[in-house]
């Protein structure tokens, strides 16, 4: 990457790099490290090993504590459907990665630029290389713009657990279904609440979340586990 491709970059993700040659690394496909043997910018595998691991900590830390609740089993389920090849790679294109790829001859007249795998590893890579260059907080706050929504999105498509616990209690007419907020804590950006879901007067289960509504599902999935209906 020349210096103008790399301002360039930078200004399109809002990041200034201390070492610039770890973000020119960061898009050097092993292609073009083989057919440019007098440029002594390494490949970017070695930052691609880096970043998977930088990756799916930073993954792992938000689920942990974005998700009280979710047991091991669907913090994995759900890691897993964001840091995959598609997602990565589709993720690298909306930020202009693909533009900035450093491809031999027989790798971009076959259309690599485009090519997934390769896109994911270079959004691992640059990972990597960011995390080298400014360390883990500024690697969480570029996830935590561009890859973290991503689970919002996730959460949206999973059950809607207080409509099926609604329609479980009016089916067996249990009575009146009611959700109580007893608890908020946490600083104004990360707030966290506990409810209470009642039925005919009786709590029967709680659930924790970062707004009221996600408490309310954890609440409803819990009193669903509770009946063994979920």
């Given at each position: 990457m020349a210096k103008q491709r790399i301002d360039a970059f930078c200004r399109d993700v809002e ?144 059950k809607d657990f207080k409509t099926i616990l609604q329609e479980y209690v009016q089916h067996r ?46 609440a409803a999935k819990e009193a669903l586990e509770g009946f063994g209906d979920a």
């Amino acid at each position: 990457m020349a210096k103008q491709r790399i301002d360039a970059f930078c200004r399109d993700v809002e990041i200034e790099f201390h070492d610039r040659q770890l973000l020119r690394a960061a898009f050097t496909h092993s292609s073009y490290r083989n057919e440019h043997r007098a440029d002594a910018t390494p490949d970017n595998e070695r930052l691609e090993f880096l970043g998977d691991a930088v990756l799916s900590l930073c993954v792992s830390k938000y689920l942990y504590r974005h998700y009280p609740q979710a047991p091991e089993g669907e913090m994995t389920r759900m890691r897993a459907a964001v840091v995959c090849e598609p997602s990565l790679a589709e993720l690298a294109k909306k930020l202009g990665f693909s533009n900035y790829l450093r491809l031999g001859k027989g790798e971009e007249q076959t259309g690599g630029r485009e090519r997934s795998s390769l896109l994911a590893d270079a959004f691992e890579a640059f990972i990597g290389s960011l995390f080298l260059d400014q360390g883990l907080a500024s690697a969480e706050k570029f996830l935590t713009e561009h890859l973290f929504p991503e689970f919002e999105r996730l959460e949206g498509t999973r059950k809607d657990f207080k409509t099926i616990l609604q329609e479980y209690v009016q089916h067996r007419n249990l009575g009146d279904l009611l959700y109580d907020t007893i608890e908020e804590s946490g600083p104004a950006h990360e707030r966290q609440f506990r409810v209470s879901v009642q039925i005919a007067g009786r709590a029967i289960a709680q659930g924790i979340g970062r707004s009221k509504k996600e408490a309310e599902q954890h609440a409803a999935k819990e009193a669903l586990e509770g009946f063994g209906d979920a």
